[in-house]
């Protein structure tokens, strides 16, 4: 048997299980997202703590050490690229920043392949093994630094070398490439203490933003504006007609037929003067009532939504007014704002969308990309 209401009704009961079945699914993706960033930058914590090189890593290879030197990292598949054209790269940095979008196995307009080989990452230098020789990066003499964001090329500028050139590598190994390097890099100049510091503190931020479970619903919490086909902005737009219409009508200021009369009557020639005030006379005092006093009771659109700025009514005191942004929003946010798929899943502050959205992305690069950008922010 279906469960019912006080009233008889079991659209309250099913509203709320759709509610509770897309929290539950969206909190779930969400989850997983936060949790492999985590994984990840755990991961490489340990990595960087533990990042060491051996003398015996470089048995059997074509590639004489100095007394000191290490072979930290190897990969026998790799492509030695230059630049047709002289570029000013970066100065290295030991930023570690994730990943934008995944790498595409394509070579950059402008660069051209011109060996492949074995990469070598050791204390001292970067160094390429190929078929036609051996090409060194010395970290001491490096100039300039680059990470293709879309591809699996790094070039490099060095002291002793005009034209740029670099590495392309298989894309399942760049992200681990471009890490190890930056570490190799930091110990040339005794800063391994900077990529921890930075490592920890990109781990307690990601640590604030893990999702929370949100509040289950309730079938008292549904309103009538489910019942509608297309919920609440169908209600919404019929407001609005139901308040433009009048106004409309107001505005075009339709002719007294009274008025019209007395024209008709003032057109007409008389036959005598004592007759023309006779039919004059009585239309004149009431027929062109000023639509004015009409005008002064209609209630204005913009005065009913300066509370919030046109922030639709909700009881979590959001609006459009500007304010303080909102990081971690209620749980029944999206109950009466009209929620972005994967909405908890967004790592920002809360915005609108030029569609009518809300998107928990605010502040980052690709807000609200589905949802044609940002309108605006939403504050408290």
Not at 77 to 99: F, G, K, N, S, Y
Not at 115 to 123: C, L, R
């Amino acid at each position: 048997m279906a469960k019912t209401d006080s009233t008889g009704s079991t659209w309250r009961y099913r509203w709320a299980r759709r509610q509770n079945v897309r929290r539950v699914s969206t909190f779930r993706g969400a989850e997983a997202a936060w949790r492999r960033r985590d994984d990840e930058l755990r991961r490489l914590r340990a990595l960087a703590a533990d990042f060491e090189g051996s003398a015996a890593a470089g048995a059997g290879l074509p590639l004489e050490l100095a007394g000191d030197e290490v072979v930290l990292w190897a990969l026998p598949a790799a492509q030695l690229v230059e630049v047709r054209h002289t570029t000013v790269l970066p100065a290295p940095d030991l930023t570690i920043a994730p990943p934008s979008a995944p790498l595409r196995p394509r070579r950059p307009d402008g660069v051209r392949v011109t060996d492949a080989g074995m990469a070598v990452i050791t204390s001292r230098r970067l160094v390429l093994l190929g078929g036609r020789g051996r090409r060194d990066w010395a970290y001491g003499r490096m100039t300039g630094l680059a990470h293709d964001p879309a591809a699996p090329v790094t070039l490099i500028q060095v002291l002793d070398r005009r034209r740029t050139s670099g590495l392309m590598l298989p894309t399942d190994a760049a992200a681990d490439f471009r890490f190890k390097l930056t570490l190799a890099f930091a110990d040339a100049i005794e800063q391994r203490p900077a990529v921890l510091a930075q490592l920890d503190e990109l781990i307690a931020e990601h640590a604030q933003l893990k999702p929370f479970r949100p509040a289950a619903a309730t079938p008292a919490q549904a309103r009538l504006s489910a019942l509608v086909p297309g919920g609440r902005r169908s209600v919404a737009v019929a407001a609005a007609v139901a308040l433009l219409v009048p106004a409309a009508l107001i505005e075009s200021d339709p002719s007294d037929p009274t008025g019209g009369a007395e024209v008709a009557v003032a057109a007409t020639p008389a036959p005598t003067p004592s007759v023309v005030p006779a039919l004059v006379r009585p239309a004149a005092p009431p027929p062109r009532t000023s639509p004015k006093p009409t005008k002064a009771p209609r209630p204005s659109p913009t005065t009913t939504r300066d509370p919030r700025c046109g922030a639709p009514t909700n009881p979590l005191g959001y609006d459009f007014c500007g304010g303080t942004r909102i990081r971690r929003p209620a749980a029944e946010v999206c109950d009466w704002f009209d929620c972005v798929p994967q909405f908890w899943a967004g790592r920002g502050y809360l915005v609108q969308c030029r569609d009518g959205s809300v998107s928990l992305t605010g502040g980052r690069s690709n807000a609200c990309a589905d949802h044609r950008g940002v309108r605006r922010t939403v504050t408290k």
